[in-house]
């Protein structure tokens, strides 16, 4: 009851706004902060009340009946990993209001609407059971994402837009195609059918690996994985389906770049690890531990999103792509963690996710606050700020190393036990990741000394420093940077026993 | 006279018909392709009912049907016509093409 | 299954003879009432719409089902009933669209409403129709209608152009169809669907029909019906005469003729050549499945280019009939149901979507995108509007299009159809892009200097809001999957 | 009791950061951030003192369980034994010294608290690696200590030169890190933990598991781990972020460049001890050796006052490498705690006799001073470039040396002299340390430790009875020599003589008292006689034992007694270590430690002998050449100037480097410009110049046309269709009556043939 009030609250607000008259822009704010902090208060409370010794999901709402016709219920739960990921949603809700608070000028009543109901789509993403549910969640942030890119983005927001929504279709109607498989083979047994069909994930998930069962066949599991894996690769992103990342990245508003790296990009590896890793292990061992090439190809789309990402951002002159990039190579820490499949990998490619989330939020809000005032963002084009704003410099400065993974900082953890993780796994390929550590810290260093380092540019002799407003959506971020850095298991805490279960399925093969 | 003299009167109706259809440069002649194309319709129905359910005349009947449904279109075609000579000052199909694409 | 006598049928028919009556008394009442008052006429047709509607139901629920009429020539079934309710909708909407649009010509509604009553009797005996004689006599009562309804903007080239392919086109593939039903009917011998398909399956068994003559038949068959449903490649008159057309007739068309076309066609092949014997000889499935790959790529990679909105759906709902056909060829119910329910939904976003494209067409005058541009800061409830039936008709959640779609890729893959389904999602893919196109005309881009905004009548928006929450809600309510499923029971599968 | 000690060690530095840090958010200043620093740091110091009476007898460790998964734990936790305690010690003395030093030479900085916040963090970092019982936590504290480094090497930033040398630093010793991760990740992969100490350690499981078939990749494990040292002790090759870290503040200098940081390496060395192979030591000992003797002679021709230092302290440290890769282990440490006082005093008296310079600049302030030196830099550089420009002109600021343009005119060796009688304190205690660091019998504390590594190197090499093991006591034994003459050299040049210049001579003046006292402590610190007060043999412990490989099995207990030698020479003089020398060759028992010890005996005694002759050698070579000037320096050069510009170029590392990126990038004209000398650096801007160029030509097009463009190309060929599919549908309605013809026939044909 509480999930579903979490989830469709942000919608009640957008019903609200839309209720309000157009001109009232400072009400419209109001209103959808008010509805963007009841569900923090509420994940704030379920990341507290959730019992962290059991791996089973609580706060279940339902099953209940949807859709006879093809027994699709509205059924709702959250595990250790949902519960995280709802508080990064919750937590970058507010924020992200407050960060549009000036800088949206036009439609700022469409825009908050748009805005409450991209996070019930994200709410209901990470806590849906039902696979159907799942999947209309997960097509329920395009809609508005694709406006809030296309109407309130930069110059090519169309372009950056329209690529994005059909990137992402093309991936979801693979996805699709491989759901409806997993549903039409959901009662067959050695051969046979019988009972109902069901979309219910956790059915499913012991349906997969019970023997005889069609969705436990090895070929069935490869196929669907294949379709469910390009779905979520697009969104996480995973190369080659990156591109989309850095156009709608440099067009988005500061707030919609700050949702898409936080929330939106954890959506593409919390399917990959709800769904694949977890309904199609043998698939999985496909991908992950067969023989050839394909063997460990997963591990390999992780390394090659490390380097390339890491090297793509290290060519880049503007900074906000260069954080887009840097993205993509962080993602890559994701994928080889869950490659690896053992507890290490796996806690760190979530705690990873969760710390992604975090600091590229920081890191985009930071963008946004320079090119509110300097209106351009390239690199070369600064100099020397440091001198001008010491709070600004020290915060980027915070975030650039918890980004580059500096120890003390949360980015180091998650980066660390994936790759740990990783080298029991994949040793080449996990030595050979490592370079991204060291191109990382190359091009944010750099980055560092281009903008904030040497003398300052004449032309922003009066750049006004950071406002009392912006720090508001930064602290937090840092707070919790800094504190999952110092006590990892203040996170680790609520998945590990989710972690444990989902390894000792994969071990079991 | 068999069944099989009848059928093949019918095809080769139809295949004028068609052939009228898609070569003549003028809307009447169209129509009179599409006459025949729907008598030699009538041909095998009557043909048909008379050689295989002689005792059965549904055949026959549609045959009329068919007549009097290819009156009715004769008559809404040739008012199109007039529009359209009314419009294009001229009733050459191929003139006819302003909406294309 | 009980076969009525002429005179029991009388009651049972009594929803056409309504429809009848209506029409002339509209016509009469056209004579009456001065010009400037013919809403009136346009009211009347409503009325009569509403007695039919009442009048269909109350035969449904209070007769024994199915039974069939008239010693067997259309039946009265769940089947036909759905049909008649989804066609008096689309009637109904259109002569409210008609009420609305500034195209017609006033002085001519008394024929318009009339021949709008007579397309709905044709429609409704293509649903329940079982004998070759009804079949042709319903399809050519609908395209006669349809042919003038097309025409009837006075002083309009493209209108009397519109008409003339029509009738052309029409004439030729009817002209096409009735030589296949001609050679259907001489091999079995009866014009009686639920005959035909055993008699052919026994001369095919016994070698006295030769495949080939069979093949013929049902592919000169496909060709009318084919024409209906502007299924490829007999789709080519659709774009012209939906772009010529009046507004709410192109609308009227693309969804009442289509759902017409598909009760006939699912009728015709599943009632008469559903023996599987039959389709040993002639695989006419398979067909169908190639002529739905087709029709739905053909019509989305046409519709890309596209700059008129109105040519721009006709491609579209060319693609869709590629779409519902996918489930034609399932040999399901669930294929079947499928389709049903794809087709409510389809009504009501494909008419709502029109609906603004007329409402476009009165305020801002113009029917390319250009016309859309700024469409939101203009007009945002409406632009909203257009934005959920067109996202709804690219089948992306939570919208009635994506569930109507998902029922209909389910039915294929459960078939083992996956290479269709696959066409079919990626087209749908495809579709995102140009509907995308009309999306960003409309908010990403500028008006003019001299766009103001429009403002419109709350009727508007209450006729709106009458497509828009259907649209969203459809999908989300058990009700209607029930409702289409039990309308295919009387269906035979096999 | 030792639990709430460490706690209020780390705890103090930290707050005294953390307090800066929550202002700063709020934009506000704790009005005297050096005053709550220092006296955090003096804290510490006090606390680090009780400790060494806690822990010395029994070693303590406590671990709390940091991140808990299914199967692994990674603990956090401290370890205590005498080495951490002596550790302690010196990171907190040497830090309390520097935060005082600082008042004063720091003063009306305008980013003067900030300076003292980042030094607390430092502090608490350094001592965070120190206690930490586990690799991982040891990692953490080497990142964070680098970032300290970092913030501080670039804390005058407007400096272009200072924000290329941290940039610098900081990636050069990562390149070290991820070396050092990757063994981690060998390790853990292993063994399932990265805490070493206790049952469930490495080393217990180590000694237990393996066999001599895990001697390779354990070789390597230990070498990767050693790369982390290569990088933050300055060793060979990359070696050359340090003398570009003087970019700093000289305080910083004094404590992260030359007392503590940089020592760390040599620290983990020390750690990592019992699981260091045959392979494994004999790499640390030839990297540690090379970088020894390189890195004086480099040293011997420099002009720049700091720069000597530097090198001379890269020097050091590969001694202590060397010590350690050569199983003296103990030799090692003591030589790291006698190197941190007298090379931290080295640095501040540098540090002072500058500061008097500046003085005379009639700058009040270090900023301006530093504003105009940079400004002295800015030639051809324009602000909004990349830094490629910066590391161009920094590559001037060296290649200045050859013209003595470019270094800063108040750190020129050639403008000082005569200073002895302008700034006697700073003149007495540098030559205290002077002497102590070229190993001047007996009072010195440098004397001992030097003289038990060359004990140590020589009686390995006798041991391994190999001659070209000997290689390493040459390397070491001339490393020695060397050091006497550059830094006598130093000595000479600065504080006698004439005045070269005489009007900076006249401003110049003694420091105030907050710089001298902190000098003086250092003075007495020098003298082993103090260092006894609380060094004490016995709190060396000998270290885990080994059970990998015979060799330094057998050395250890030597090594020990070698070190308590080197110690109990420093308390009673010859005679008694001589003694000690005895006993600890009869108190050897199995047959290995005896081969061991017949070698060693003697070594020890020669190795004094020698290292006292090539002292005094170097001591009076310099005293010709650069007091009585009997010598010339001039004509030497003249004569050697192959060796001299060998010298003078550093080896050509940076050439070298130059040299392997312009032909990796040959095709680039304007690549000079853009490479700066260092390795690391050098490499990041080629790959970041590859990247730009040839990887941004390469991404351009392949992320935008081949992966992206496939996608397009996709979408233009569907338009194509789209248009195709347009154009035939002509309007022309006999056209589509033919093709519904068409249609019919081939759906016919298609289906007759199925």
């Given at each position: 009851m509480l999930l579903s009030l979490m989830i469709f609250i942000p919608l009640l607000g957008m019903i609200a706004v839309l209720l309000l008259?157009?001109?009232?822009e400072e009400l419209i704010k109001r209103v959808t902060l008010i509805f963007t902090l009841i569900p923090l208060a509420l994940a704030v409370y379920l990341f507290i009340t959730y019992d962290r010794s059991t791996a089973g999901t609580q706060y279940v709402h339902g099953p209940y009946h949807w859709i006879e016709a093809f027994n699709i219920q509205y059924h709702i739960g959250i595990d250790g990993l949902s519960v995280t990921l709802l508080l990064l949603t919750a937590l970058l809700g507010p924020i992200c209001v407050i960060a549009s608070w000036r800088n949206i000028e036009k439609g700022i009543k469409a825009y908050m609407a748009l805005f409450l109901l991209l996070e019930t789509g994200m709410l209901g993403f990470f806590a849906a059971l039902d696979l159907f549910l799942f999947y209309v969640f997960f097509e329920l942030t395009l809609l508005p994402m694709y406006f809030l890119i296309g109407i309130w983005g930069g110059p090519r927001r169309e372009y950056a837009a329209i690529k994005f929504f059909l990137y992402t279709l093309f991936g979801s109607v693979l996805m699709l195609v491989a759901m409806i498989a997993v549903y039409l083979n959901s009662n067959i047994v050695n051969g046979v059918a019988e009972g109902l069909r069901t979309f219910d994930i956790p059915t499913l998930i012991t349906l997969a690996s019970t023997e005889g069962h069609a969705l436990a066949n090895l070929d069935f599991q490869i196929w669907v994985f294949l379709g469910f894996f390009i779905g979520f690769a697009v969104k996480v992103p995973i190369f080659p389906f990156h591109t989309w990342l850095p156009d709608a990245h440099v067009e988005a508003p500061t707030a919609i770049s700050v949702i898409l790296a936080g929330v939106l990009l954890k959506m593409g590896t919390y399917g990959l690890v709800r769904v694949n890793m977890a309904m199609f292990p043998l698939g999985l061992d496909h991908f992950t531990n067969g023989v050839g090439f394909l063997g460990n190809s997963l591990a390999l789309l992780g390394f090659i999103n490390i380097v390339y990402g890491s090297f793509c951002a290290l060519a880049q002159t503007d900074f906000k792509k260069l954080v887009a990039y840097s993205s993509i190579g962080h993602m890559g820490f994701v994928i080889l963690g869950l490659a690896a499949g053992n507890d290490t990998g796996i806690t760190g490619a979530i705690l990873q996710m969760f710390n992604h989330g975090v600091i590229s939020a920081m890191l985009f809000l930071l963008v946004g606050v320079l090119y509110d005032r300097a209106h351009h963002r390239e690199i070369n084009g600064f100099g020397g700020l440091g001198t001008r704003m010491p709070i600004y410099t020290g915060i980027t400065t915070l975030a650039f190393m918890a980004s580059l993974g500096l120890p003390g900082l949360s980015g180091f953890v998650g980066e660390a036990l994936s790759l740990l993780g990783a080298y029991s796994e994949f040793k080449w390929l996990t030595i050979l990741s490592t370079i991204g550590i060291v191109v990382g810290a190359a091009y944010f260093l750099w980055t560092l000394q281009r903008v904030f380092l040497g003398t300052l540019n004449p032309k922003y002799e009066d750049l006004p420093e950071i406002n009392g407003r912006e720090i508001l959506t930064l602290v937090p971020l840092a707070i919790l940077t800094v504190l999952l850095g110092v006590w990892p298991n203040f996170a680790i805490d609520m998945f590990k026993e989710s972690v444990t279960n989902l390894v000792n399925v994969l071990q079991a093969i | 006279m068999t069944l099989q003299h009848y059928l093949v009167i019918s095809a080769i109706l139809f295949t004028l018909g068609i052939f009228a259809v898609l070569t003549r440069r003028n809307a009447i002649s169209i129509l009179m392709g599409i006459e025949l194309i729907l008598n030699s319709c009538n041909l095998n129905f009557a043909a048909f009912s008379r050689f295989m359910t002689p005792e059965d005349i549904s055949g026959q009947i549609i045959a009329i049907f068919g007549i009097v449904l290819a009156a009715a279109e004769a008559a809404v075609f040739l008012a199109i016509i007039l529009a359209i000579y009314r419009e294009f000052g001229s009733i050459r199909p191929n003139e006819v093409d302003t909406l294309k694409g | 299954m009980q076969t009525l006598s002429n005179i029991d049928s009388l009651l049972h028919f009594s929803p056409e003879i309504l429809l009848v009556i209506f029409a002339a008394a509209v016509i009469i009442l056209d004579l009456i009432v001065k010009d400037d008052e013919s809403v009136a006429v346009a009211y009347l047709s409503l009325v009569g719409l509403g007695c039919v509607f009442a009048a269909v139901l109350i035969i449904h629920f209070s007769f024994r089902n199915p039974v069939s009429l008239f010693e067997g020539m259309i039946r009265l079934d769940e089947f036909s009933t759905f049909f008649k309710i989804l066609l008096l909708l689309a009637t109904a909407a259109t002569v409210l669209f008609s009420l609305r649009s500034e195209e017609l010509d006033a002085r001519l509604k008394g024929e318009y409403y009339a021949l709008l009553l007579a397309i709905t009797l044709g429609m409704f005996l293509m649903a329940s129709s079982t004998n070759l004689l009804m079949i042709f006599i319903s399809l050519e009562t609908v395209s006669l209608t349809s042919y003038i309804l097309a025409g009837f903007l006075t002083h309009s080239p493209r209108s009397s152009e519109a008409a003339f392919k029509y009738i052309t086109y029409g004439a030729v593939a009817s002209g096409t169809m009735l030589f296949g039903l001609s050679l259907l009917f001489g091999m079995a011998g009866t014009g009686d669907l639920t005959q035909i398909g055993g008699r052919l399956t026994e001369l095919l068994a016994s070698g006295e029909v030769a495949p080939l003559a069979v093949l013929i038949a049902i592919t000169f068959v496909l060709a009318g019906v084919g024409y209906k449903i502007a299924s490829v490649p007999f789709h080519m008159w659709s774009p012209d005469v939906y772009e010529g057309a009046p507004i709410p007739i192109t609308a009227f068309l693309s969804v009442a003729s289509k759902s017409a076309g598909f009760a006939l066609f699912i009728r015709f092949f599943y009632t008469g050549f559903g023996a599987t014997g039959l389709m040993e000889a002639v695989d006419w499935p398979f067909m169908l499945a190639i002529v739905s790959a087709l029709t739905m790529t053909v019509g989305n990679l046409a519709a890309l280019p596209q700059q008129n909105v109105k040519r721009l759906l006709a491609y579209s709902s060319i693609a869709h009939g590629g779409y519902l056909l996918m489930g034609g060829v399932l040999l399901t119910s669930e294929g079947v149901g499928a389709i049903l329910f794809y087709l409510l939904v389809y009504l009501f976003m494909n008419l709502g979507a029109f609906y603004v494209v007329i409402l476009v067409a009165n305020e801002i005058g113009s029917e390319t995108t250009d016309g859309y541009r700024g469409l939101s800061s203009r007009a945002p409830l409406v632009a909203w509007a257009m934005v959920i039936f067109l996202v709804s008709l690219a089948g992306i959640p939570p919208f009635a299009g994506f569930f109507g779609k998902w029922i209909l890729f389910t039915a294929v893959l459960e078939q083992g159809y996956y290479w269709l389904a696959l066409v079919g999602l990626l087209n749908s893919v495809i579709s995102l892009y140009y509907y995308a196109r009309i999306v960003k005309a409309m908010f990403f881009e500028d008006a003019g200097a001299e766009a103001a905004s429009v403002s419109f009548s709350t009727g508007t928006f209450a006729l709106l809001s009458v497509f828009v929450i259907p649209t969203i809600f459809i999908g989300f309510l058990n009700i209607f999957y029930t409702f289409s499923n039990i309308s295919v029971s009387v269906i035979p599968m096999q | 009791m030792t639990v709430s000690l460490i706690s209020l060690i780390l705890l103090c530095p930290l707050a005294a950061f953390a307090v800066f840090g929550l202002l700063g958010l709020v934009n506000r200043r704790f009005p005297r951030q050096d005053y709550l620093s220092t006296a955090a740091m003096l804290i510490a110091l006090a606390c680090s003192f009780l400790l060494l009476r806690e822990v010395v007898p029994k070693p303590e460790a406590h671990t709390v369980n940091w991140i808990s998964l299914g199967n692994v734990t990674f603990s956090m936790g401290f370890y205590l034994d005498s080495v951490t305690a002596i550790m302690l010690i010196v990171v907190t003395l040497v830090s309390s010294l520097v935060h005082i030093f600082s008042m004063g030479y720091m003063h009306g900085d305008p980013r003067y608290p900030r300076f003292f916040a980042y030094l607390s963090l430092f502090s608490f970092s350094m001592l965070f690696l120190v206690v930490s019982d586990n690799l991982l936590g040891i990692y953490i504290g080497w990142e964070l200590v680098g970032l300290c480094s970092y913030l501080l090497i670039g804390f005058w930033f407007e400096k272009d030169s200072a924000a290329n040398a941290c940039k610098k630093a900081f990636l050069t010793t990562r390149v070290g890190d991820v070396g050092m991760f990757i063994g981690m990740m060998m390790l853990f992969a292993k063994f399932k933990t990265l805490s070493l100490y206790g049952e469930g350690g490495i080393f217990a499981l180590s000694a237990s598991q393996l066999t001599t078939g895990d001697m390779v990749w354990l070789s390597i494990a230990g070498v990767l781990i050693f790369c982390g040292a290569i990088g933050k002790s300055a060793q060979m090759p990359l070696h050359t972020w340090l003398p570009d870290a003087m970019e700093g503040p000289t305080p910083v200098s004094a404590l992260i460049h030359a007392a503590t940081m940089v020592a760390a390496g040599v620290y983990l060395t020390a750690r990592m001890f019992p699981i260091l192979t045959e392979t494994s030591s004999l790499v640390i000992a030839y990297v540690g050796g090379i970088t020894a003797l390189v890195a004086a002679t480099i040293a011997i021709v420099r002009f720049d006052i700091k720069r000597v230092l530097a090198y001379s302290t890269i020097s050091q440290l590969g001694y202590m490498m060397l010590a350690i890769g050569a199983g003296s282990y103990v030799a090692g440490l003591f030589h790291l705690t006698t190197h941190a006082f007298f090379k931290a005093l080295l640095f501040l008296g540098s540090g002072s006799v500058i500061h008097a310079f500046h003085a005379m600049h009639a700058h009040g302030h270090d900023d301006e001073h530093e504003h105009d030196d940079s400004e002295a830099h800015e030639h051809t550089h324009d602000q909004g470039d990349s830094d490629a420009h910066g590391h161009e002109h920094s590559e001037d600021a060296d290649s200045g040396h050859i013209l003595g343009s470019e270094i800063p005119p108040d750190q020129d060796m050639r403008n000082m002299g005569g200073l002895r009688h302008k700034m006697p304190i700073t003149f007495i205690t540098m030559l205290i340390a002077t002497l102590s660091i070229s190993g001047v019998p007996f009072i010195f504390s440098g004397f001992w430790s030097k003289d038990a590594i060359l004990a140590g190197v020589l009686g390995r090499a006798m041991e391994w009875n190999s001659v070209h093991h000997y290689i390493l006591f040459i390397m070491a034994l001339s490393a020695a020599g060397i050091t006497a003459f550059y830094m006598f050299r130093l000595i000479f040049m600065t504080f006698f003589g004439e005045p070269r210049n005489q009007e900076m001579h006249d401003m110049a003046h003694e420091s105030p008292l907050s710089m001298t006292v902190p000098l003086l402590v250092l003075a007495v610190l020098s003298l082993p006689v103090v260092n006894t007060l609380w060094f004490n043999a016995d709190y060396v412990e000998p270290p885990p034992q080994p059970h990998l490989h015979a060799p330094t099995h057998a050395y250890i207990a030597p090594d020990t007694k070698t070190g308590r030698t080197g110690l109990a020479l420093s308390l009673f003089g010859v005679s008694e270590a001589v003694a000690a020398e005895e006993d600890a060759g009869h108190g050897t028992q199995d047959a290995h430690a005896d081969d061991g010890h017949h070698g060693h005996g003697p070594a020890h005694t020669i190795a004094m002998v020698l290292s006292i002759c090539v002292a005094g050698l170097g001591i009076l070579l310099s005293w010709l050449f650069y007091h009585r000037r009997t010598l010339s320096a001039e004509s030497v050069t003249t004569t050697f100037r192959p060796i001299y510009n060998l010298f003078w170029h550093k080896y050509y590392f940076d050439e070298f480097y130059d040299g392997v990126l312009v032909a990796l990038t040959?095709?680039?004209?304007?690549l000079f410009a853009q490479f700066d000398g260092s390795v690391v650096d050098g490499i990041v801007n080629g790959v970041g110049v590859v990247t730009r160029d040839i990887l941004a030509a390469f991404v351009g097009f392949f992320d935008n046309r081949v992966v992206d463009g496939l996608v397009n190309r996709v979408a233009q060929v569907t338009w194509a269709v789209g248009g195709r599919i347009r154009r035939i549908q002509t309007g022309a309605i006999q056209t589509y009556l033919f093709v519904v013809l068409a249609g019919i026939v081939l759906l016919i044909l298609i289906f007759r043939a199925l």
């Open positions: 008259p157009r001109e009232s | - | - | 040959v095709w680039k004209a304007r």
